[in-house]
């Protein structure tokens, strides 16, 4: 079924049929163990969740086609007869409250997938992981990184926590916006929009230390941002190419920003298409990666639900993210 079919009337079938389980050779046996004792328990319930949702959702949509095509002429009437343009405008709030009222059902199943079974697809990856779509980072922490543009407002989304090779690991998707005026209007702008990624540290930093995007050594320089840091300079052309480094502690900066960790670091940014920046503070790392992909998200939901392409999915994404702390090595006790 697609969204054509959908809409003019197909039947809403349940669908049973496997979408295949994507994983390393290597792991494929005790990923697909993991999906049988937790996951596929869950299935024909969410599958007739699904069904009652989409049926929900067409009975909304035909009843809100019906009310437009009454209040369309209702504003033709009065625009015409009154030459009045806001008899049109007054359509657009019928047309949000019935948007939403439609995409009700859809958000409920949404929802419910990602309290009752995400957290159990992230156990996969320890039993100490959890998964929740509220949870939030302390905005206060990740300001002190002085990493974050300015900005008016912080939307959080989808939170996971847990160890991975006795490195805790937190990941929380953040978008920032911000108001700007422009031709005498005020837009709200987004600044950033990506995944935050928190990890703690063997070593205990002494100073503050930021790995910034290059966006020429002045621009940097004069930003209030970094204010209380040094310009740290290093022997590697090609990383002072891609990146800017500040710190508070010169000596630590140096001894931090190895070769290896230098070149490791490059590697990383090649991965996330440069769009990567970095903070040693408070005895963690804070990675922040910018990206307009969401993570952690469920597929078509006109797909059944088996969720094997949900957990294939989170599965490579949480591994690119376990990757960092390898490629990094940060779980071992070598200064970084």
């Known amino acids: 079924m697609n969204v054509f079919s959908f809409i003019f009337g197909a039947p809403i079938k349940s669908v049973h049929q496997s979408q295949r389980l994507v994983a390393p050779k290597e792991e494929l046996a005790q990923f697909k163990?993991?999906?049988?004792?937790?996951?596929?328990?869950?299935?024909?319930?969410?599958?007739?969740?699904?069904?009652?949702?989409?049926?929900?959702?067409?009975?909304?949509?035909?009843?809100?086609?019906?009310?437009?095509?009454?209040?369309?002429?209702?504003?033709?009437?009065?625009?015409?007869q009154h030459y009045n343009l806001e008899a049109w405008w007054l359509l657009l709030l019928p047309i949000v409250v019935l948007a939403w009222w439609c995409y009700r059902p859809i958000s409920r199943y949404h929802s419910d997938v990602k309290q009752q079974v995400f957290p159990k697809i992230f156990k996969y990856f320890g039993?100490?992981?959890?998964?929740?779509?509220?949870?939030?980072?302390?905005?206060p922490l990740l300001k002190r990184s002085k990493l974050l543009p300015g900005h008016d407002n912080a939307l959080f989304d989808d939170y996971v926590q847990g160890t991975h090779n006795g490195v805790e690991i937190a990941v929380n998707e953040l978008t920032l916006t911000k108001k700007v005026r422009r031709d005498k209007?005020?837009?709200?702008?987004?600044?950033?929009?990506?995944?935050?990624?928190?990890?703690s540290s063997h070593k205990a930093f002494k100073g503050h230390t930021v790995v910034v995007k290059n966006r020429g050594g002045l621009v940097n320089f004069l930003s209030s941002s970094f204010k209380n840091l040094e310009r740290v300079k290093l022997e590697d052309p090609r990383f002072e190419q891609q990146f800017d480094v500040f710190s508070s502690n010169q000596i630590e900066a140096r001894y931090l920003l190895t070769v290896s960790f230098m070149e490791r670091l490059q590697e990383l940014a090649a991965m996330f298409s440069g769009r990567i920046q970095c903070a040693f503070y408070e005895n963690k790392l804070l990675i922040m990666l910018e990206s307009n992909e969401n993570r952690f998200e469920l597929g078509s939901i006109f797909n059944g639900a088996t969720f094997e392409h949900e957990f294939s999915q989170i599965n490579r994404e949480m591994k690119q993210l376990f990757a960092m702390i390898e490629v990094l090595k940060l779980d071992q006790d070598i200064g970084l």
């Open 33 to 80: 163990a993991h999906y049988q004792q937790h996951i596929e328990p869950l299935t024909r319930k969410f599958e007739s969740h699904r069904v009652v949702s989409l049926t929900s959702l067409r009975r909304r949509l035909y009843i809100s086609a019906a009310v437009m095509a009454a209040l369309v002429p209702v504003g033709l009437f009065f625009g015409a």
């Open 127 to 139: 039993d100490d992981f959890i998964f929740s779509p509220s949870q939030k980072m302390s905005m």
């Open 185 to 199: 209007r005020t837009e709200t702008v987004t600044v950033f929009r990506g995944v935050m990624v928190l990890l």
